[in-house]
């Protein structure tokens, strides 16, 4: 059952301020590669709108999922140079490896998103006084690094359907992967030091 509640306006509201101009921009430039990314945002958001009342998606998840699909809307609509933002170097901690750029900042942020997501849906299974050990640790950052690798399908869907994108080659996908790992273990170290979500 779809219903709104009144914590979810605020950023609803604020999603489709961003969501609406940014399809606009992309369709008006025949963007189609973040028409599908679009897609996926809006079907995700109707995913969690269904999911809600049995679920009940913490006001800070939802806040996270908003940042997130806001930063990755930027990451591809914001023309920097010849480029746009997802190619900024925002801290350039190798000579051999472009890291660190906006792209992987905004997997971290994301997939560490991800994580606690999984973990939020994990948690009413767990018994009554279970212990937050290394095994439940381990199972929620790889259910994390599962949603990594879904993004990483669909992103592989866009190079076989459109003949250009940005997606990049093996080495961006594998900084991706590694983004992801890194997020999903800050939210699980996160969780654990009792921050960002209460425990059950």
């Known amino acids: 059952m779809l219903r709104l509640e009144r914590a979810h ?22 963007n189609y590669e973040f028409l599908l990314y679009v897609a996926v945002i809006i079907f995700f958001m109707v995913v969690i709108a269904l999911t809600n009342d049995r679920v009940r998606y913490p006001i800070s998840i ?7 699909a806001i930063l990755h809307l930027c990451g591809g609509g914001i023309r920097v140079g010849d480029g746009v933002l997802y190619g900024v170097m925002l801290m350039p901690l190798s000579k051999t490896i ?14 560490g998103v991800s994580t ?22 381990i199972v929620v950052v790889m259910a994390g690094l599962g949603v990594g ?9 866009a190079t076989v359907v459109m003949p250009e994108t940005g997606v990049g080659g ?16 800050i939210a699980v170290v996160a969780l654990r030091m009792g921050y960002l979500l209460p425990a059950p």
Do not use: C
């Not at 306006?9 to 025949?30: D, E, M, Q, T």
């Not at 690798?149 to 869907?157: A, M, R, T, V």
């Not at 093996?170 to 273990?185: H, I, K, P, R």
């Open 9 to 30: 306006i605020a950023p609803l509201a604020v999603l489709l301020s961003v969501l609406i101009p940014f399809s606009v921009y992309f369709g008006y430039r025949k």
């Open 62 to 68: 939802l806040w996270g999922l908003v940042a997130w």
């Open 98 to 111: 472009p890291v660190l750029r906006y792209d992987q900042f905004v997997h971290i942020v994301g997939f």
């Open 116 to 137: 606690l997501v999984m973990y939020h849906l994990v948690r009413p299974m767990l018994r009554p006084g279970v212990r937050h050990g290394a095994a439940l640790s």
């Open 149 to 157: 690798g879904l993004n990483e399908i669909i992103e592989f869907i």
């Open 170 to 185: 093996y080495v961006n996908t594998a900084l991706d992967l590694v983004s992801d790992l890194v997020g999903a273990v």
